[in-house]
C-alpha cells in the first residue's frame, strides 16, 4: 500500500482544495444527523456492500495463488459482513461514519491481510484476451464513420457499452457469469438519450471546434472497458494532437486495470512501428494513479500523475466509482468530463435516473 507521504493533491482540482471539493457524491449523512444513529442511506449503502460478498468470497475461493484459499475466502466473507453490521449498530466504529470510498478500502483491507492480492487476475486476463482480439474491428467500424460528430458519439457509446463490464456490480457479476456480455451489441442496447446526465451536445461543439493540447484520463476496468471504450477514444484524441495520459490503479481492486496491467495491454496492441492502428502512438503515456480503490480520493495522488497533469487542459473521470461515486461535482482548473454507467439502484435513485442510465457530464472552463 502506499505512505500517505507519497500521495499529494491533483494539480488541477480548483482551490482552495478543503473548502471545494469532497471526494464522495452522495453523502450518507448530514451534520444534523444523529453521529450514533446510522441513516437510512448508510444503512441501503451498508447493505449494498453486503450483497456483494457473495461474489467476491467466490472469486476468492478460486484464486489458486492463495493456500486454502476456500477457508480464507470464508474468513474474508464473515469479517467483512461483521464489520459492515458493527457499522449499522455504529457509524463511528472502524474509521465511520462510512462512505463509499471507506466501505471500498475495509473490504480490500481484509482481502489483502488474508493474502488475497487480486481475486479478479483470472477473468481479468480472459476479458483482455478477448477485447484485444476485437480491438481492429471496433476502430475500423468508427473509423468508417465520415461525419465527426456521428464518429464522436459512436465512441462515446463504445466507452458507455466497454463500461458495463462491472464485477463489483453483484447483479453485473451475475449476468456476466452467465453468459457473458457482447460490446457491439451492448453499444446498441444503451438507454435512449436524453441521458440523465447528458452534455454530449456541448462536448460536440467544443470537439468541432477546437483539440485539446493534454488530456488525463483517469481509466476504470480491464476488458471491453479499457480496450474497447477508451482505447479507441484516446486514439481519436490523438488523431487530433492531443498528448493522452491514461492514469490506472497502482494496485488490484475489482477488475479494474493496474498500472503494469495497461502497458502490457498497450504493447500488445502496437504494431512494431509504435502505432494503434496507423495512428502515431508516441504521444500516448501511462501513468499510476497512486490509487488502489474502485474509487478516487483526488487529494491522493501518485506524485508522478500531479507532474505530468500540470499542464493538461482536460480531465477525463471514466466509470461509476471515479466518475460517478466520486468526483462527479469535483471542480477542476480545466475542462473536465466525468462519464460512465449507473450501475447501482442506489446511484440511479440519487441522480434521478434509471438503472444502466448514462452519465456524460461536461464542464468547459473558459480559460486554462
Known sequence: ????????????????????YRACTIPYRFPSDNPRKPTPSELAWIDLFLSSIP???????SDSTVPDAPIKAEKFAQRYAEILEDLKKDPESHGGPPDCILLCRLRELILRELGFRDIFKKVKEEENAKAISLFENVVRINDAIED?????????RGIFAGNIFDLGSAQLAEVFSKDGM??????????PRPWVIDDLDAFKTKWSKSSWKKAIIFVDNSGADIILGILPFARELLKRGTQVVLAAN??????????????EIIAKLKDDRGQL???DASNLLIANSGSDLPVIDLTRVSQELAFLASDADLVILEGMGRGIETNLYAQFKCDSLKIGMVKHPEVAQFLGGRLYDCVFHYNEVLSC
Open 148 to 156: 465527426e460528430g456521428k464518429r464522436l458519439e459512436n465512441l462515446v
Open 250 to 263: 497502482d494496485l488490484p481492486s475489482i477488475n479494474d486495470v493496474t498500472y503494469p496491467e495497461l502497458i
Open 1 to 20: 500500500m502506499e505512505s500517505a507521504s507519497e500521495l499529494v493533491a491533483f494539480p488541477l482540482l480548483i482551490t482552495p482544495i478543503e473548502s471545494n
Open 277 to 279: 492502428m496507423g495512428v
Open 55 to 61: 461474489s467476491f468470497k467466490k472469486r476468492a475461493e
Open 182 to 191: 457482447s460490446f457491439l451489441a451492448s453499444c446498441q442496447n444503451l438507454v
